[in-house]
């Protein structure tokens, strides 16, 4: 696997700075990234709040990260998105509007837009081309944040649009791996594949060993304290699902019969109409309300 990572621009020689912000409620990390050398910086995988049963949008975590950005003086060129999350929505709308930046995503969320299009029945009115991003990333496209150089790695398989944005020796790997005793994501969302996930992951970990890598999610297995960022050595040899040489044929077999035993995570219905839009609301009606469809058996 290590000719896969030498085709990408990897340097790891270059370590941003990144700072972590832990949202309890969705167990979710959003990540600022700063280029050591300049007051650049991206912030990856923000969050919006919402209260479901009361239908009620606010947006303390995302001030939070603001807050932080003021604070240094820091100047925001990017809002990644590692992927179409379906366990929380995206505040990067609302980040920009206070920061700038550009919104940037795998440009395979066309293929997300129309599954789910479909899903919650939008409409013609409802663009599938993604133009609700300003960037549309490739597999092996660069962008620069100040003078850090970072890649974008398509790794699909929890979804069709998943990215691995790699950063100098930080990679942000969105849902596609999670901590050593965590083990991965679920691939039965519509467009995963579980054979294709245990391939992105194998690109992920032909990275070099000492890269740090970041997780969007962690849960505290078996009780231990919320972590975030670990390596690619240690994923490979710890990975409760794929280190330690695990064949493809036995982690498809295990993701399988795994993903068959959960449920649908409790966000999944607003999130996937608020992400698959860039991280903005479904168009208001004559009255200027809006609204959420619920799909019935869709799901």
């Known amino acids: 696997m290590k000719d896969m990572a030498q085709s990408y621009p990897v340097d790891t020689n270059i370590k941003p700075d990144v700072k972590a912000f832990f949202d309890p409620a969705t167990n979710t990390i959003s990540y600022v990234v700063k280029d050591p050398t300049s007051n650049k910086c991206a912030v990856v995988d923000s969050v919006m709040d919402i209260d479901y049963a009361a239908g009620r949008i606010t947006y303390d975590n995302a001030d939070e990260i603001i807050a ?6 820091l100047e925001v060129e990017w809002l990644i998105e590692t992927h179409v999350h379906a366990d929380h929505l995206s505040a990067a709308p609302y980040i920009q509007q206070k920061l700038g930046g550009k919104i940037g995503i795998g440009e395979n969320i066309t293929v997300v837009q129309e599954t789910f299009g479909k899903v919650f029945n939008e409409g013609t009115e409802f663009q599938r081309d993604g133009s609700q991003f300003d960037r549309l990333f490739t597999d092996g496209d660069t962008y620069k944040i100040g003078n850090m150089t970072a890649f974008a790695m398509h790794t699909p398989g929890h979804t069709p649009a998943c990215m691995t944005h790699v950063i100098g020796d930080a990679s942000f790997v969105g849902d596609t791996l999670f901590m050593p005793d965590g083990g991965s994501a679920r691939a039965d969302f519509p467009g995963g594949d579980a054979g294709v996930l245990y391939d992105s992951i194998q690109k992920v970990l032909s990275l070099p060993d000492e890269t740090r890598l970041f997780m969007c999610h962690d849960y505290g297995p078996n009780g231990r304290d919320i972590q975030w960022e670990t390596t690619v050595g240690d994923e490979k040899a710890h990975n409760i699902h794929v280190g330690g040489g695990k064949t493809k044929e036995d982690f498809v077999k295990f993701r399988t019969e795994r993903d068959a035993q959960l449920d649908m995570p409790k966000l999944i219905i607003p999130s996937l ?11 208001a009606d004559d009255q200027g309300d809006v609204f959420f469809k619920v799909p019935v058996n869709k799901l």
């Open 273 to 283: 109409q608020v992400n698959m839009r860039g991280g903005s609301m479904p168009p």
């Open 68 to 73: 932080y950005v003021r604070e240094h003086d």
